[in-house]
């Protein structure tokens, strides 16, 4: 036989009971408005995710988030939005501590998902938490100190009363399983994806963005927030020992903390006129730079996945990144790996990069094949897989 729920038809047995849709109430509150380094990285997973949510006759979603107006008419999602300033961290936590709760009985939510680290303490339902990564704990300096004890209180929090756990790399899922004990069978792993705008493009349009750009036919690329964690001194100093006084490197990013050292170090290694700061660059232009340049380098101390290496091999430029974490993971034997401790190894990888045509040839050529496993499709799918797995799994409700 056959019914209807909210307009739908559905097939149902008469023997069992109708069941209800599950419906999933996901914090996005982290999504910013504002051009800079926090519309990078963990933004971009939540925005990406959230748009590749499968839709599901099983599943509904409630997003809860402060751009409720640009998701109004997105097809799966009903957004709510608040009016507490939550682009303030207090303001946010103030939010996901006290008026979550509220809101997940009053929508009679059947899960939570907190896309960055926080799960209310008064949760009144199971929930899945996202955990990028432990960079807090791994280069603890690399935090304000006040940041970092919250992290570790928040993640250890989501460790123990989570039904499920995401992580965005195999790296990070033994991170937490490691620091936290979180058992692995209750780890999910969602990789991020690379756009179809990540690809090798017209060598015309890359000839005129250089030009438009003011680049020189030679550059190394970094791409990413200027912290400590991105490990931008040795790389300064790997460039220094580069014998290649016509090689430039271009930093693209915004500042995020602690990067005077940065400037300070440029000055003093005398590459003033071979480093360039770029800045934050909108996300439609980051294919041009990955293409107009020699080789991407990401020499991170210790990375939750490493999204600019995949985005530079779909777009067929070499890369050199730390051989840690999940750098390896993101650049495959793809790419060129280097001690994150040692500049030297490092300068000899971005000779081998910049002079060896098979590295720059075996990039064009394996570099969009490689890129083309991980899809944000996939972790569309992958999420809604994890949130049906929470709702079987025994309940760990927050107290």
Known sequence: MSGFIGGRSVSVSPSRPIQPPLHIGINAHLLSDEAGYRRAGIHQYIYQVLSHLPPDDDLRYTLYTRRAAEWAEHPTLRPVGTRLPTANRLARIAWEQAVWPVLARRDRLSLLHSMAFALPRLAPCPAVVTIYDLSFIEIPDSFPAAQRRYLMAETAHACRRAARLITISESGRRDLHRVYGAPLERIDVVRPGVGAAYRPLPAADVAAFRRQQGLPDTFLLHVGTLQPRKNILLLLEALARLNRPDVALVLVGGKGWAYGAIFERVAALGLTDRVRFAGYVADETLPLWYNAAAALVMPSLYEGFGLPVVEALACGT?????????????????????DPRDPDELAARLAQALDDPAIAARARAAGPAHAARFSWAAAGQETAAVYRRAAESPSRSAR
Do not use: K
């Not at 070499?318 to 280097?338: I, N, Q």
């Open 318 to 338: 070499p890369v050199v990144a730390a051989g840690a974490s999940s750098l390896p993971e993101a650049g495959g034997d793809v790419a060129l790996y280097h």
